[in-house]
């Protein structure tokens, strides 16, 4: 079965700094990889999603991962932050094949922007 | 485009007092989901449901009955809430492949729920 880590639960940048939120995840073979994004009070909306081809994948509101087998990783990564990227973002990984379709979270980190 | 509905928003219950949640997509999509979201445990699955018709346990099934009315409604029922019942329950849809983990999940905005 696979499994997430996120190994921060929170992340506090300034506004205009560069972000980096770590993911890694667990699983015997190429799996699918997910950034969702959960804002206050709201529920989560897909960032970006790898499947295949270019490990570097580009996402909404300025946000992209890379794909490092590895390490067994998918980080976000976000140049400039803006203050509303405050807000909780889960990662998730899917098995390529075998076993159960639904997607493992991992348990979020928050992310806390000083102006 | 709605997307995924949930009611209601928000809901304080007494201990043994029975409700139930509803869920309703828009987007034909052949699977459905429920969780639920407690600070520092990330999103647990209560219960899914693959195609209309079928129900499966998830991680934490135990308090709760669901049920898949038609391909577009998908219901949440505590029958007996008790205090850790307490927390954010989130419904989900989605078209995954077939023996597939390429499966995007669309969210509803989720409903508070709060067992005194």
């Known amino acids: 079965a696979q499994s997430v880590t996120q190994p921060d639960i929170h992340i506090t940048v300034s506004e205009g700094a560069s972000l980096e939120l770590r993911c890694n995840y667990s699983y015997g073979a190429t799996p699918y990889l997910f950034w969702y994004v959960q804002s206050p009070g709201q529920g989560l909306q897909l960032l970006l999603k790898?499947?295949?081809?270019?490990?570097l994948v580009q996402g909404i509101k300025g946000f992209e991962a890379e794909f490092k087998r590895s390490q067994s990783s998918f980080n976000l990564r976000k140049p400039s932050v803006h203050w509303s990227d405050a807000a909780e973002y889960f990662c998730a990984v899917g098995a390529a094949s075998g076993g159960s379709y639904i997607p493992t979270f991992g348990r979020g980190t928050s992310l806390i922007v000083h102006p | 485009n709605a997307g995924v509905t949930q009611t209601p928003k928000f809901q304080v219950l007494k201990t043994g007092q029975s409700m139930t949640l509803q869920c309703a997509q828009d987007?034909?999509?052949?699977?459905m989901y429920w969780y639920r979201q407690d600070p520092g445990m990330g999103l647990r699955l209560i219960y899914y449901s693959a195609s209309e018709g079928t129900t499966d346990k998830g991680e934490v099934p135990n308090g709760y009955n669901v049920s898949r009315l038609n391909k577009r409604e998908f219901s949440l029922r505590l029958e007996s809430a008790a205090p850790s019942q307490t927390s954010v329950y989130f419904c989900?849809?989605?078209?995954?492949?077939?023996?597939?983990?390429?499966?995007?999940?669309?969210f509803g905005a989720g409903s508070r729920l709060t067992v005194l």
């Open positions: 987007m034909n999509h052949n699977s």
């Open positions: 989900a849809s989605s078209e995954p492949k077939p023996y597939s983990g390429a499966n995007v999940l669309t």
């Open positions: 790898y499947f295949s081809g270019d490990t």
